[in-house]
Structure formats: structure tokens, C-alpha cells
């Protein structure tokens, strides 16, 4: 090997040697492209949920986003029963649903729902054990929904009008507010009011329907609008045009903290409707792996606490959420009582059958009003 010939072997190994010294990874400095995940392609995240119920806050979905180079696509649902037929309809198209736990059964039994491989969420262990267990999201060994936040719908009405409160239900049929109510369009829940309102046994699955019929049809003259989301409802309040009737908790929060709304929301002596809601993956999710990240996301305390703090929300099922929540959070200050709980009739798995009698008894009680 010649003099020159070495000379340029040993430039050759030097600047060999710069350039893997440039590639190294430098501690603390920002992480490279392809470590970010930035020159990935960006995955999409199909949300089904109600509207305005946290998972579309624009904070948190910026959040998502940045942290799993995803974009997150919201869709919403109206009711239950929506929530399956959007299931049935779009195969495909979801990879993480909300559901109330009464309606993952029938959803198992259709084949909308995927097993959940509970060992890859970090929630999951944080979870109580009666929230683990709930018959509803478990068949056959298997967990088909995580829970993530309960509450109730009760009794609530404008406080600057009323100022000395109501504790009954029953003042719904008051004769001297014809006129001011606002009851939501729903079958199960008015069945189950009106079950609580009359002191029936049972009062998620009472037997007598014909009991249930009359009292809903003597509610009918003082129900001034039947609503079916949250933007309805703080409508028909805010506008004056109904100043008691039933409402969320969650929602209620809401109308307090994001829209100064003068409401006041109460567990009245009958009883009020208790409710839990879970995130769920569809059979065929396109983006499985991603519904386990959102999951993890929504249940953490991180977005948890803001998400009340922002806007109002219902009773987290992570203690440690509920844990970090101030003491006069409303969360607190309505279900801070262990005793409250004694009072719900939580929403249960409703057979089949027994569903189409309850929607057909709404549907005739309605049209018997107009």
C-alpha cells in the first residue's frame, strides 16, 4: 500500500467515524423522526360516544394525538339503541365505543364486541373489584368493557325560581308546575321513574306495567318538552321554557361549570336512576391497539381531573381520579354521602322482550299526550 494510499484510508476512517459519531443519539436531546413516530403514516382512532361527553374535548384529543400520532374521528349516538344499530350498520368503521354496561350483553350476543385483554391496560388494576366483576361486561371468562365513569339522572330544577328545593320526585306531577317539565325521551328511564315515583319493588325491572302506565300518562300534562341530548336540554332551561324535570349528573355539572346555568341536582327520598357507563372495542376495530392507548388516556387522572375541572363530569371509576378531585367538586359534594348510592336502581340488562313491551308502553303514553 502506497504512502498516498494510506493517507486516504486514514481520512476515509476519519470521516467514517464523524459521521457515526453525528448519528449517535445525544442524552437529552430531542428524539429523531423516526423514534417520534412523526414520519410514520398517522393513525386514525374512530370514536362512537355521546356528543359533548368528554372523549371530544379539543384539549384531550390534541393531547392523543401528539403523544400516539393519531387522529382522533368522533361520531356520535343518541341513544342505546343507536349505539347497536351504528354497531350492526358499520361493521369496521368503530375501534372504541361507550356504551351503558345494560347494553353489552346484547351486544356480545350479536358479535359486536372483541374479548379485552385487560393485561395490557394500566388502569384495569387500579379498578375495584365491583367494578371489575359487573356481570354485565363479563361472559365466559372473558371482559368485554372497562368501566370508566358512573353517575345518576334525577330530579333538578332552577334554583333562582325555586329556591327552597324540592326532595321528592313526585313534585314532577304537581299539578302546579303543568307545564314546566322537561323529561327525557326515554323509554327505560321513564319506565324506571315512574317505578321509583310510585315506590315499586324492583324498581330497574318492576312487574307492574299496568301501575307504570298511569302514573307516566298523569305526568304527561306537566311535561312541557321531552328532550334527547345535553345541548337540548340546556336549551329548553336556559331559554325558560322548563324549569324542573330530570337531567344527568354529569351533564348538570356541566350546565353549573361551562354555562353558569342557576340548576340544582338532587338525590330526592324516592330514588333516582343509577347508570355506568364502559368503554368497549368493536369485534372488528380497525385500530385495536391504538383503542387500548385511548382507553388508558380517558381513565387517567390526567384527563380526568381537567375534564371536571374544564367542564364537568360524572363519578370516575379509577379511585385515583377520584382521589385527586377537589373536595367541592360536585362529584363530591352530590355522591360524597356513600349512603346516595343506596338510593340508585342502577340500569341492569333488560331482556329483549321485555324491552319491546317498555318501548311500546312509551310509545303509546306519548302519543296518548298529544
Known amino acids: 500500500m502506497t504512502t498516498r494510499l494510506k493517507s ?13 459519531a453525528a448519528c449517535a ?39 392523543f394525538e401528539q403523544a400516539h400520532n393519531a387522529r382522533v374521528i368522533h361520531d356520535y349516538f343518541n341513544s342505546e339503541d343507536e349505539l347497536l ?57 372473558e371482559v368485554y ?23 321528592s320526585l313526585n313534585v314532577l306531577w304537581d299539578p302546579a308546575y303543568a307545564g314546566q317539565v322537561g323529561f327525557e325521551d326515554n323509554y327505560e328511564d321513564a319506565v324506571i321513574f315512574a317505578a321509583l315515583a310510585l315506590g315499586l319493588e324492583n324498581p330497574s325491572q318492576p312487574e307492574d306495567l299496568d301501575a307504570v302506565r298511569a302514573k307516566l ?16 336540554f340546556n336549551r329548553l332551561f336556559s331559554s325558560g321554557e322548563i324549569s324542573l324535570g330530570v337531567y344527568w349528573s354529569g ?21 333516582a336512576i343509577g347508570w355506568i357507563d364502559a368503554w368497549s372495542i368493536p369485534a372488528d376495530a380497525p385500530n385495536p391497539e391504538l383503542a387500548y392507548a385511548w382507553i388508558d388516556f380517558m381513565s387517567s387522572p390526567e384527563f380526568y381531573v381537567e375534564w371536571d375541572r374544564v367542564a364537568g363530569a360524572p363519578v370516575p371509576a379509577n379511585p385515583e381520579s377520584l382521589a385527586q378531585m377537589p ?20 340500569i341492569t340488562y333488560t331482556p329483549p322482550e321485555v324491552r319491546e313491551q317498555w318501548i311500546e308502553l312509551w310509545q303509546e303514553v306519548k302519543a296518548g299526550a298529544k
Open 8 to 20: 486516504l484510508t486514514c481520512v476515509g476512517l476519519i470521516l467514517v467515524l464523524w459521521l457515526l
Open 25 to 63: 443519539p445525544v442524552p437529552g436531546a430531542a428524539p429523531t423522526t423516526s423514534e417520534s413516530g412523526e414520519g410514520a403514516a398517522v393513525r386514525e382512532l374512530h370514536v362512537l360516544n355521546w356528543q359533548g361527553y368528554g372523549s371530544d374535548e379539543p384539549w384531550a384529543i390534541e393531547q
Open 85 to 141: 344499530t351504528k354497531l350492526r350498520t358499520s361493521p369496521g368503521k368503530y375501534d372504541v365505543v361507550l356504551p351503558n354496561i345494560a347494553y353489552i350483553p346484547p351486544a356480545i350476543q350479536d358479535g359486536l364486541l372483541q374479548p379485552i385483554d385487560v393485561s395490557r391496560l394500566a388502569v384495569w388494576s387500579k379498578l375495584p373489584e365491583r367494578f371489575q366483576t359487573l356481570p354485565e361486561i363479563v361472559h365466559e371468562g
Open 145 to 167: 368493557g372497562v368501566p370508566w365513569a358512573w353517575g345518576a339522572t334525577s330530579l333538578v330544577y332552577n334554583t333562582e325560581l325555586y329556591p327552597e328545593g324540592f326532595d
Open 217 to 232: 300518562e298523569a305526568l304527561m300534562p306537566n311535561v312541557r318538552a321531552f328532550w334527547q341530548s345535553e345541548d337540548e
Open 251 to 271: 351533564s348538570t355539572s356541566r350546565a353549573q361549570t361551562v354555562f353558569g346555568l342557576p340548576i340544582a341536582f338532587v338525590i330526592p327520598q324516592e330514588g
Open 327 to 346: 373536595e367541592d367538586s360536585f362529584t363530591n359534594t352530590v355522591f360524597g354521602d356513600p349512603s346516595v348510592v343506596e338510593k340508585l336502581a342502577f
